[in-house]
């Protein structure tokens, strides 16, 4: 495969286009008004897979309730899934914490500052990592999401149909700035989103694309729903939630019987809770 070499115009022009987009379009959030790694890694964290809007009260919430690695560390899980309540996939905020032990135990409660020791936390992988050393700690590094995906595809590959991350890794590498890629990628994400709104999703030209499957009747659903139930009740039996959630019995059975095999949630003989 062949790897596109830009020339230093392209890399200016590109630049310039990218920089006057942000300029126009730049987008508010909170964990963009904070240099504390702790509160970027729970941002970073709770983007995953879900939508910027969305994160935005959760992450308020949840850095008010625990301000610090060491306060997540030391809280009972029941109340790290109760305010991560309605941003789904559960397990990420047991992740979360499990790696605020980690912080606390083996760096002093302070977020390690290189990508390997990064991705030694659970729930931390190459993505997070290198963003976390972007936007945290203003170091440069390689990464790619699905907005950054979207401006390269639209911009250097508008003909062709499938892209592989491959293709586009090592333009993300001619073009970054060094000197402050914590905002050179803000402002790809920000001109991503952008393209997103203005054209049919160019990232859907790679090959990394995945169609998300249906909420409504998932298993993600009736997990959700188990813990949303478990955090209004606190403790309940199995009849009692086979009860009170319209889905199928056999499915919330094994739903059940897969958090608390996860750590998600506890069993006491017929009774469960968080």
Same mark, same amino acid.
Do not use: C
């Given at each position: 495969?062949?790897?596109?070499?830009?020339?230093?115009?392209?890399?200016?022009?590109?630049?310039?286009?990218?920089?006057?987009?942000?300029?126009?379009?730049?987008?508010?959030?909170?964990?963009?008004?904070?240099?504390?790694?702790?509160?970027?890694?729970?941002?970073?964290?709770?983007?995953?897979?879900?939508?910027?809007?969305?994160?935005?009260?959760?992450?308020?919430?949840?850095?008010?309730?625990?301000?610090?690695?060491?306060?997540?560390?030391?809280?009972? =899980?029941? #109340?790290?899934?109760? /305010?991560?309540?309605? @941003?789904?996939? +559960?397990?990420?905020?047991?992740?979360? %914490?499990?790696?605020?032990?980690?912080?606390?135990?083996?760096?002093?409660?302070?977020?390690?500052?290189?990508?390997?020791?990064?991705?030694?936390?659970?729930?931390?992988?190459?993505?997070?990592?290198?963003?976390?050393?972007?936007?945290?700690?203003?170091?440069?590094?390689?990464?790619?999401?699905?907005?950054?995906?979207?401006?390269?595809?639209?911009?250097?590959?508008?003909?062709?149909?499938?892209?592989?991350?491959?293709?586009?890794?090592?333009?993300?590498?001619?073009?970054?700035?060094?000197?402050?890629?914590?905002?050179?990628?803000?402002? =790809?994400? #920000?001109?991503?989103? /952008?393209?997103?709104? @203005?054209?049919? +999703?160019?990232?859907?030209?790679?090959? %990394?694309?995945?169609?998300?499957?249906?909420?409504?009747?998932?298993?993600?659903?009736?997990?959700?729903?188990?813990?949303?139930?478990?955090?209004?009740?606190?403790?309940?039996?199995?009849?009692?939630?086979?009860?009170?959630?319209?889905?199928?019995?056999?499915?919330?059975?094994?739903?059940?019987?897969?958090?608390?095999?996860?750590?998600?949630?506890?069993?006491?003989?017929?009774?469960?809770?968080?």
């Amino acid at each position: 495969m062949r790897i596109m070499k830009l020339t230093a115009r392209q890399i200016k022009n590109f630049r310039r286009k990218v920089d006057a987009a942000y300029k126009k379009q730049r987008r508010v959030f909170p964990w963009r008004q904070t240099k504390d790694p702790y509160h970027i890694l729970v941002s970073e964290i709770m983007l995953q897979q879900t939508q910027a809007d969305r994160v935005v009260s959760k992450y308020l919430e949840f850095v008010k309730k625990f301000p610090t690695a060491k306060s997540l560390a030391v809280s009972p =899980l029941a #109340d790290v899934l109760r /305010v991560w309540q309605g @941003l789904g996939y +559960n397990r990420r905020a047991k992740m979360l %914490q499990n790696a605020a032990r980690l912080i606390v135990e083996v760096y002093q409660g302070q977020v390690p500052d290189s990508i390997e020791a990064l991705q030694k936390l659970p729930g931390v992988g190459p993505y997070t990592a290198r963003a976390v050393m972007a936007f945290a700690y203003d170091r440069p590094s390689v990464f790619i999401e699905t907005n950054i995906r979207t401006v390269f595809i639209h911009e250097f590959f508008r003909h062709q149909k499938k892209v592989a991350d491959s293709q586009l890794l090592p333009l993300i590498a001619q073009t970054l700035k060094a000197n402050r890629p914590g905002e050179w990628y803000l402002a =790809l994400m #920000d001109y991503g989103a /952008v393209l997103k709104r @203005l054209y049919k +999703n160019p990232s859907r030209r790679s090959t %990394q694309y995945v169609r998300q499957s249906k909420f409504n009747g998932s298993t993600r659903q009736i997990r959700g729903a188990i813990i949303r139930e478990l955090s209004a009740h606190h403790r309940l039996t199995a009849r009692q939630l086979f009860s009170s959630l319209s889905f199928d019995t056999l499915r919330v059975q094994a739903a059940l019987a897969d958090l608390v095999a996860e750590g998600l949630i506890r069993r006491q003989k017929k009774v469960y809770f968080l």
